[in-house]
Nanobody, 121 residues
Framework: QAQVVESGGGLVQPGGSLRLSCAAS????????MGWYRQAPGKQRDLVAT???????NYADSVKCRFSISRDNAKNTVYLQMNSLKPTDTAVYYC???????????????WGQGTQVTVSS
């Protein structure tokens, strides 16, 4: 099992910045992938930025050059630095973690509870 906890959301004016954090803990052998998704009211949950199992990064076109994902492997933590925020970035941001568990061949995916980001003047 894994527990995923996000933090860092809030209200910010257009053009401002926020930094989200996501920490994974629990009983697992390794983390294969970590990343961020977001869901605006009435819309589906979409990818924002992720680290893949190979260690590369993947960004949604709408956030490229504005958002940056980073991680601290020692802390099982991933960060999302969001700059030049727009009202269209308003959503609940969810962290997703994919892990390997002892004795199991398949991957297991876990979601955090979400953190609200509101961009408004």
């Amino acid at each position: 099992q894994a527990q995923v906890v996000e933090s860092g959301g809030g209200l910010v004016q257009p053009g401002g910045s926020l930094r989200l954090s996501c920490a994974a803990s629990g009983s697992f052998l390794s983390i294969n992938a970590m990343g961020w998704y977001r869901q605006a009211p009435g819309k589906q949950r979409d990818l924002v930025a992720t680290f893949t199992s190979g260690g590369s990064t993947n960004y949604a076109d709408s956030v490229k050059c504005r958002f940056s994902i980073s991680r601290d492997n020692a802390k099982n933590t991933v960060y999302l630095q969001m700059n030049s925020l727009k009202p269209t970035d308003t959503a609940v941001y969810y962290c997703n973690v994919v892990v390997k568990r002892l004795g199991r061949a398949e991957d297991f995916a876990y979601w955090g509870q979400g953190t609200q980001v509101t961009v408004s003047s």
